[in-house]
């Protein structure tokens, strides 16, 4: 169904369509909008810190303030814009790289997108109510369990119910993967994209149960009066780091794995080569995820584990350096020889290639223990995560809305605006991150509020807030883009590209709500251009014509993640006011009720009949 | 594709795979007297007091990795064909589990 | 191809439980679920580690555990695991009544396990003040010991809900898959309870 045919609906039922989907594709543009909003709040909330930053001693928001803007901006970017954008990028398109109707549980899929976006409200409505978080977005406990006011419970339990909602997208992913291929689609057949999708899945899936319980642990601790983190109590605040980093190591592996499968994807494409060394980019992205796994502490190598614990998790974090670099030069290798093909989504990969060796390098350098107690929290850490960070994972971000904009939304991307944020974007980058570098070797603390004069500091930070000008002007000229090619952009045809996967052989752009109506006969890798130059140009059906069964549309997944939204709320108020108890068990209540009447009611879906296909051919 | 295609209809749920219901059960009845057999071994060595508490502890993390193989691969059919994910995604939850027990146990006080 | 999920004698599949898509989705789901309830429950065996020595001055795992209670725990729960096994058997044999049953049967040992569990939170807190809030050491156990109560707690609501709902119609394609994740779930509930009385109780006990 495209845009166009579902607004002659009307706005109310247009809006009752998204609000009860289950079709992988309209969640997938459910995350995009709500990832996208955050990502926006979350770049207004750099910007302002940039701007405190401008010159020396800046007066232009308050301490206070401005410790609610890191721990936001971070927060925000992370577990709200980033997260989600890639979950919206998974579900456009893995399920149609693989040949699938559906992800294998369409409701929990829509039960997780609602999840994240309560999850996100609540945690933003803090601005509104006590005040936001203001711990940092680690929140480590010695600082949190001191954090006056309500802020550190909104982050505690929205990101819970955020967090919940992302670990049900994992394990949903995990099983489409295993079980909906179609047929001929191997392992060894999937796309790069599929393949990340997979590993990153599996990250989400051993690494969030760690947050989960680690945020229990700082909600009994604020909220109920346990000793977890009470040192009077016999309680050790350095749990809070162990398994927040537990979390959060694997937690930037599963930001930028997706991507990685993405770039292959788009190299492979816009060379109009056979990636390289397809095999060796699967089993590095394995490496990664398993390696990724066991570095969390060289966030920690200044707690003081000792050189023993320091020696082992600085040498496991070289070693990703390896299959890293494997990544990077069959990047190289597959553009080399290729007619490479530049627009918008191939600028984006190109840029991606450096800025991100740049992270990866200071990543090396950070990983060193002895170099890292000289780094540690200075601006030095703070460009390196950005440059792998906004170098990689934005970059990947864009490079994939350019890329899949036809398949999300029928049309393409203005090409001239797209140039445009990817050079104006680019060039803000390096200016705000680059001198970020020298700024923190120079000794300047990352969190803090103000800098004195003459201190070798005020013309670093003046470039580096120019740069985040600049890559505001990108983003808007990127919304522009937006709102012009939905206006004024012409239709684009189902294989824009002169794609390789099974995501352009659809019949059209975007693709009907079935998908495929015959599942495709997969061949080898990259099955679309196999038929493109051994076969007929177009994928051989796997089975006959027939019924094509497809789940049904559901509001419980908004009902429910609203339950859980209204116990938030009652879990942070109920130390005030015994009354907020109401809201808690209320809100409990209501969830556990919408989830028996999901249990008690029987859902077949239903059936597109094999006669309606028939009657839409003729 | 989605129903019941891969059906295998046999007459009656035929006798021989009703016996092999049956042995499998006969399995699933040992496996469940070996865990008794093993907890109480646990219990004992406890209760008892008979062992040096430096050898009991080891002693009993092993009890406990046996018997909850004994779970895995009997009572939750782990042993059986199809599982090849399941199997692969528990060893990889518990080698995750085991690096947060030794960063949490081991170098949380140093 | 049939868009009905009775289940008829004749028709019956050896594995009723992954016979359909949906069933296969749903067995496999639920295991990589387990996957990461085994990294959630780690973190929690993780803290009671790091914290069960920090008493604060109140009673130690020596002075608080008997092990007479927890012996009967854990018999309560083993068999229950037996028990749920029996069900999947009479599930695999199409009978659904003997299937009800022996799910009956687990539910109330669930039940009974959870009974004294209760009796025994209840018992620490009355005779030695021992609570969630006494000390680091007690903020451990209570937590690690009460997600698992909490795990079996919704495996005994998610049973009871399941029987009710199909008690009038019998066994088909659609609901074997349900039984059968319910019967994982619960095994695993049992692995954790193996690794807390080994870890916390029979270990705390040796000091």
Known sequence: MSLAATQKKGFGAFLWDYLTTVDHKKIAHLYLAGGGFFFLLGGIEAVIIRIQLIKPENDFISAGLYNEMITMHGTTMIFLAAMPILLGLMNAAMPLQIGARDV?????????????????????????????????????????????????????????????????????????????????????????????TFITSVLILFAFPALTINLFLLMFDRMFGTAFFDVSLGGNTIIWQHLFWIFGHPEVYILILPLFGLFSDVFSTFSRKRLFGYTAMVFATMLIAFLGFMVWAHHMFTVGLGPVANSIFAVATMAIAVPT???????????????VKINAAMLWALGFIPSFTIGGMTGVMLGSAVADFQYHDTYFVVAHFHYVIVGGTVFGIFCGLHYWWPLLFG??????????????????????????????????????????????????????????????????????????????????????????????????????????????????????????????????????????????????????????????????????????????????????????????????GYYIKKEEFEREAE | ????????????????????????????????????????????????????????IPLLAFLAVIQVAFQFYYFMHMKDKGHEMPTVLIYGGVWAALLTLAGLALISWW | MSHDHSLYPETMPQNPEKATLEGKNKFLGLWFFLGGETVLFASLFGTYLALKDSTA???????????????????????????????????????????????????????????????????????????????????????????????????????????????????????????????????????????????????????
């Not at chain 1, 670099?325 to 007619?339: E, P, Q, R």
């Not at chain 3, 096994?85 to 009974?112: C, E, P, S």
């Open chain 1, 104 to 196: 294998a549980f369409p409701f929990l899929n829509s039960l997780g997108f609602w999840l994240f976006m309560f999850g996100g409200i609540l945690l933003n409505l803090s601005w509104f109510l006590d005040g936001a978080p203001d711990a940092g977005w680690t929140s480590y406990a010695a600082l949190a369990m001191d954090s006056p006011g309500h802020g550190v419970d909104f982050y505690v339990a929205g990101l819970q119910i955020a967090g919940a909602g992302t670990l049900m997208g994992g394990i949903n992913f995990l099983v489409t993967v295993v079980t909906m291929r179609a047929p001929g689609m191997t392992y060894m057949r999937m796309p790069l994209f599929t393949w990340a």
């Open chain 1, 325 to 339: 670099g494997i990544k990077i030069f069959n990047w190289l290798a597959t553009m080399w020889g290729g007619s």
């Open chain 1, 411 to 604: 049309k393409i991307l203005n090409e001239t605006m797209g140039k445009l944020t990817f050079w104006t974007f680019f060039i803000g980058f390096h200016l705000t991150f680059f001198i970020q570098h020298f700024l923190g070797l120079m000794g300047m603390p990352r969190r803090y509020w103000v800098f004195l004069e003459n201190q070798g500091l005020d013309l670093g930070n003046l470039i580096s807030t120019i740069g985040a000008f600049f890559m505001s002007f990108a983003v808007i000229v990127f919304l522009i883009n937006i709102v012009h090619t939905a206006v004024k952009g012409e239709k684009a045809p189902a294989d824009p590209w002169d794609g390789r996967t099974l995501e352009w052989a659809t019949e059209s752009s975007p693709p009907p709500y079935y998908n495929f109506k015959q599942l495709p006969l997969t061949r080898g890798l990259d099955p679309l251009w196999i038929e493109k130059t051994e076969g007929k140009g177009h994928m051989t059906p796997a089975e006959p014509l027939g019924d094509v069964h497809m789940p049904n549309g559901s509001f419980l997944p908004f009902l429910m993640s609203l339950g859980f939204f209204v116990a938030g709320l009652g879990f942070i108020y109920q130390t005030d006011e015994k009354l907020w108890y109401i809201a808690l068990y209320g809100g409990m209540a209501f969830a556990l009720l919408m989830m028996i009447i999901r249990s008690v009611k029987d859902d077949h």
């Open chain 2, 1 to 56: 594709m989605t129903e019941n295609t891969n059906t295998k209809t046999n007459k009656n749920l035929d006798a021989f795979q009703k016996r092999k219901n049956k042995e499998e059960m006969k399995r699933q009845l040992i496996s469940f007297g070996l865990m008794i057999v093993l907890t109480l071994i646990a219990f004992a060595v406890v209760a008892t007091g008979a062992i040096e508490s430096m050898f009991v």
């Open chain 3, 57 to 207: 001055g109140g009673p130690s795992s020596e002075e608080l555990f008997g092990l007479e209670l927890v012996f009967i725990m854990t018999v309560l729960l083993l068999t229950s695991s037996l028990t749920s096994v029996y069900a999947m058997y009479h599930m695999r044999n199409n009978d659904f009544k003997k299937m009800q049953l022996w799910l009956g049967i687990t539910a109330l040992l669930g039940i009974g396990f959870l009974g004294l569990e209760i009796y025994e939170f209840s018992h620490y807190i009355t005779e030695y003040g021992f609570t969630f809030r006494s000390s680091a050491f007690g903020s451990a156990f209570y937590a690690l010991v009460g997600f698992h109560g909490g795990h079996v707690t919704f495996g005994i609501c998610w049973i009871i809900a399941l029987m009710i709902r199909n008690a009038r119609r019998g066994l088909n394609l659609y609901n074997a898959p349900k039984f059968n994740t319910y019967s994982l779930y619960w095994h695993y509930i049992d692995v954790i309870w193996v690794f807390v009385f080994t870890v916390v109780y029979l270990m705390g006990k040796v000091g």
